[in-house]
Each structure stands twice: as structure tokens, then as C-alpha cells.
């Protein structure tokens, strides 16, 4: 769930979901207005073609940037449909408001697809104070990945990964022309799920650093940025055990989070 960046005036309200479809479920968008506690009005703005019986890899996150907004997709499960740029798989798309293509990015490809070569990108973020967009998306047996996500670019998952078969095998190279490295990579995997970059008052130390909230890893990851790219590291909340879902910077100026067993927090103190 995203709000408008206008909420305040329109009360729209945009809901990523996974949609009913003939094979299956697929990523869906749509949005509507709140009114007395209900969304009013509310419609399908976009029905992606990543459908699939396999209930995993549905991405999902929503971000805003002036007159667009992003919406990620995991591949489903069909690892080689994140390399075809006619499938939504493994991609990221990019959307007017109202949900139309915003341009094309790459050749032969839907007018609305941004990004390919994904596999899980469950985080999705602006750098505050820039025009980046940045994933975070979880690989197989380690592979995890923070990436800058650049128009058309190519961020190879299947064909090239730091990850391996849950079973043991190489899937692939780390590296391979013509794709986009990560700009941070974990062996083992820390599972990122949400990510946020912190721009609050609360913790002056910590302006412009990433957090992602991590999965297998049970923690909160920093990652500082340094000149504008990631630097030193360091877990948060690593000792209760909980598999983080979603980090956020409140309006406070504190970190918010959330869990898979239902807790949400608020972080008021560095540890």
C-alpha cells in the first residue's frame, strides 16, 4: 500500500495485490479514494502479464516520483522469463498515476517496463535529494542484491547471479556482459524485504543511509552511504529473532518496522 504523494488534497489510496488470473495469480495496481474509512471508487489500474500458479515472487512494492510511479515485479518463479523482455516477470515498471505506460525503456519490450533480469525485488526506494531509484531483491542460496535501477538496464538474474541452487549448484556466473553488477551483493543471504532510506531528524548519524529490513537475516541492515554510494554496514535488532518485513522513516523522525508475526515498531534510540 502506497499513498498519493498529494494525499493531503486527493485522498488516493494505491493497492498492489496478487490477482486472480486463468494460470494462476499476477501482480495487479489499483488505487481509489478514502472516504469515511472505505476506499471509494476503486479501480484496476494495471494487471500484469507475470501470471502463474506458484504462489511466491510477487514483488509488489509501489514508489512515487513526480509524475510516475514504479511498481516492482518478482519472476514468479519462471526464472527465464525475467530475460524476456515481452513478459513481466522479473521487472520493474513504470506507470503514470492513473496507470498508463509512462514511455518505452527498452526495445521490444511493453512501453511501461523499466528494468529487467530481477528475481524478488521486495524493496523499492527513492534516494532523498536525487532522481534514484534503488531495489532491494532477495537471490536463491545467498545473491542477495542492492541495486541501482537504471532505464533499460539489464540486472541478470538468471544468467547471472552470486546466488546458488537451494541444492548446492552454481546457477551462474557472478558477472556477465551486457549486465548491470549489484552495487552491494550478501553471501549468505540476508533476505531483504523492505528497504527505506532515512532522512528523519532523530538520528543525525544516520541521514541518508539505507535500511532493509531482512527476512532470514532477523535484522535491520544499515548501509551508509558514502559520496553517493553504499559504504559501511551494520545490524539493527539482530538479537529478538524476528524476520523484519518492512522498514519505514516516520514523519517524527524515527525508523518504523514491521514483522511477519505482526509487530510494529518504532525505533527511538540508535540500538
Known amino acids: ?71 516492482s515485479l ?49 524493496g523499492l526506494a527513492m534516494r532523498p535529494g536525487t532522481k534514484e531509484l534503488w531495489n532491494a531483491e532477495m537471490g536463491p542460496r545467498g545473491g542477495d542484491e542492492l541495486n541501482l535501477v537504471k532505464k533499460g538496464a539489464n540486472y541478470g538474474w538468471p544468467v547471472a547471479t552470486y546466488g546458488r541452487e537451494y541444492y548446492g549448484p552454481k546457477i551462474a556466473p557472478p558477472l556477465k556482459e551486457g549486465t548491470e553488477p549489484p552495487a ?39 548501509v551508509s552511504f558514502e559520496g553517493g554510494k553504499p559504504g559501511a554496514q551494520e545490524s539493527l535488532l539482530d538479537d529478538r529473532g524476528w524476520r523484519f518485513r518492512m522498514v519505514r522513516s516516520g514523519p517524527d523522525g524515527f525508523l518504523y518496522f514491521s514483522t511477519d508475526d505482526g509487530r510494529l515498531g518504532r525505533l527511538t534510540a540508535p540500538r
Open 1 to 71: 500500500m502506497k499513498v498519493h504523494p498529494d494525499f493531503a488534497k486527493n485522498k488516493l489510496v494505491y493497492l498492489a495485490w496478487s490477482h486472480p488470473v486463468e494460470d494462476g495469480a499476477a501482480t495487479a495496481l489499483g488505487r481509489g479514494r478514502l472516504e469515511g474509512g472505505a476506499l471509494a471508487g476503486f479501480e484496476r489500474l494495471f494487471l500484469s502479464n507475470a501470471g502463474g500458479g506458484r504462489g511466491e515472487h510477487f514483488g509488489a512494492r509501489i514508489v512515487f516520483d513526480g509524475p510516475h510511479v514504479y511498481l
Open 74 to 122: 518478482g519472476e514468479r518463479g519462471r526464472r527465464e522469463d525475467s530475460q524476456d523482455p515481452s513478459r513481466h516477470n522479473g521487472k520493474i515498471v513504470r506507470l503514470t498515476h492513473d496507470g498508463k505506460p509512462a514511455g518505452a525503456a527498452i526495445p521490444g519490450a511493453p512501453p511501461e517496463v523499466w528494468s529487467l533480469g530481477h528475481r524478488n525485488p521486495q
Open 184 to 222: 552491494v551483493h550478501w553471501v549468505p543471504s540476508i533476505s531483504p524485504s523492505g528497504l527505506a532510506f532515512y532522512d528523519g531528524k532523530a538520528f543525525p548519524a544516520w541521514r541518508g543511509s539505507a535500511f532493509l529490513a531482512c527476512l532470514s537475516g532477523s535484522e535491520l541492515r544499515r
